[in-house]
Structure formats: structure tokens, C-alpha cells
Nanobody, 111 residues
């Protein structure tokens, strides 16, 4: 079993920044890949970003240049650093590893 716990969501104004955290515990595979996804109200869940164990990253076109996905392997933690936030970034953000998902954390971008 793997447990993923997200934190760091909240309300932020357009143009602001927010950093989400995802702490992983349990039977984590070595050299694991971690991902972030999001689901906006009334929309399907969509992939946001992925990072490999060695730091190789991929981003959805909608967030490229505004969002990064750093990780701290020693802490089994992956982050989602979000800058220049837009109202359309409003969603519940989920951390993912293989078939495991966190409970999600709400991000609301509004003035």
C-alpha cells in the first residue's frame, strides 16, 4: 500500500503563486515516477505534470512555463510550484503514483 497526502491548497488571486506538497509513504517503488493531475468543476480529471526519480519532467501545454514539479527524494515528497496562476487553474489537485491517488487539495484562483 502507498499513501499520498497532499497539502498546500487554498485561495489565491490571479497572478499569484502557490506550492502544493505531496508526501508519499508505504510501499513506494524504487525509482518511482510521480505525477500531478487536476479536476475542475464539471470537467474530467486532466494530467498536469510528471517527474521521474532522476528529475526528468513533463508538463501539460496549459501549464508549461508557469508550473514546475520539483521533488525531494530524501523526504519522499513531490511539489507543484504554481506561478502566474489563472482562474482556469481552479481545480482539485491530485498527486499520483502508479495506481495510487491522494485525496486531493483544492486550489481556487479568484479575485
Amino acid at each position: 500500500q502507498v499513501q499520498l497526502v497532499e497539502s498546500g491548497g487554498g485561495l489565491v488571486q490571479p497572478g499569484g503563486s502557490l506550492r502544493l506538497s505531496c508526501a508519499a509513504s508505504g510501499s513506494i517503488s524504487s525509482l518511482y515516477v510521480m505525477g500531478w493531475h487536476r479536476q475542475a468543476p464539471g470537467k474530467q480529471r486532466e494530467w498536469v505534470a510528471t517527474i521521474s526519480y532522476y528529475g526528468s519532467t513533463n508538463y501539460a501545454d496549459s501549464v508549461k512555463g508557469r508550473i514546475t514539479i520539483p521533488r525531494d527524494n530524501a523526504k519522499n515528497t513531490v511539489y507543484l510550484q504554481m506561478n502566474s496562476l489563472k482562474p482556469e487553474d481552479t481545480a482539485v489537485y491530485y498527486c499520483q503514483h502508479q495506481t495510487y491517488w491522494g485525496q486531493g487539495t483544492q486550489v481556487t484562483v479568484s479575485s
